[in-house]
Nanobody
């Protein structure tokens, strides 16, 4: 499995960005897809996840992004998206997409449980 993330950039507070992550090398619909972020000196942190088709494609978010970020997947394009609205300076980080086919619900926010990772895409939000 390979993941290719894109869409990062430098924006002002209140702006929007949409991150994309293209998946290849497996059956996309069977994978749970997540977005995590990491700032210098900090541990990689959970942002959002969308479950596989068998998990009902349900989405989950960390509290700090609820109502501002939306994760979605297009199973025809093998792509997962993260729409980020009302961006804040504290959203500044390197954003990573991740995939796993066997992750259980109780572990979806744990980055150590994901087998596959894309390269990061930097998001910088200035005030």
């Amino acid at each position: 499995v390979q993941l290719q993330a894109s869409g990062g950039g430098s924006v002002q507070a209140g702006d929007s960005l949409r991150l994309s992550c293209v998946f290849s090398g497996g059956t996309f619909s069977r994978y749970t897809l997540g977005w995590f972020r990491q700032s210098p000196g900090k541990e990689r942190a959970f942002v959002a996840v969308i479950r596989s088709s068998s998990g009902g494609n349900r989405a989950y978010y960390t509290d700090s992004v609820k109502g501002r970020f939306t994760i979605s997947r297009d199973n025809t394009k093998n792509t997962v998206y993260l729409q980020m609205d009302s961006l804040k300076p504290e959203d500044t980080a390197n954003y990573y997409c991740a995939a796993d086919s066997g992750i259980i619900l109780s572990s979806i926010s744990n980055h150590r449980q994901y087998d596959y990772w894309g390269q990061g895409t930097q998001v910088t939000v200035s005030s």
